[in-house]
């Protein structure tokens, strides 16, 4: 069974910080592109950051740059959202998601095959 696992959400202060993980079960990610979501209350799920099946190629949503870095882990078999400086805004259910091609494809959840069950990340003093 194909699976992703999210972890490493959590309550933080703002200005903290926080490193999630996807790890993969039942396949392994080194062909596929890998997207953070988040999903606030009441809002929409919106993309967060993306690599590319190499980790060659990365991007950013403008609300997080600067601030969330990520990178894969190959022998791992996952993919890591380092948050920084986190806001009050943060404050989301954040998912992974695999998209079957080399390259991110931006951020439109349906070209994404594979999401996480979603990990929570409270942001909050």
């Known amino acids: 069974q194909l699976q992703l696992v999210e972890s490493g959400g959590g309550l933080v202060q703002p200005g903290g910080s926080l490193r999630l993980s996807c790890a993969a079960s039942g396949f392994t990610l080194d062909y596929y592109a890998i997207g953070w979501f988040r999903q606030a209350p009441g809002k929409e799920r919106e993309g967060v950051s993306c690599i590319s099946s190499s980790g060659g190629s990365t991007n950013y949503a403008d609300s997080v740059k600067g601030r969330f870095s990520i990178s894969r882990d190959k022998a791992k078999n996952t993919v890591y959202l380092q948050m920084n400086s986190l806001k009050p805004e943060d404050t989301a259910v954040y998912y992974c998601?695999?998209?079957?091609?080399?390259?991110?494809?931006?951020?439109?959840?349906?070209?994404?095959?594979?999401w996480g069950q979603g990990t929570q990340v409270t942001v909050s003093s």
């Open positions: 998601a695999a998209h079957a091609y080399h390259y991110c494809p931006g951020y439109v959840p349906t070209e994404y095959q594979y």
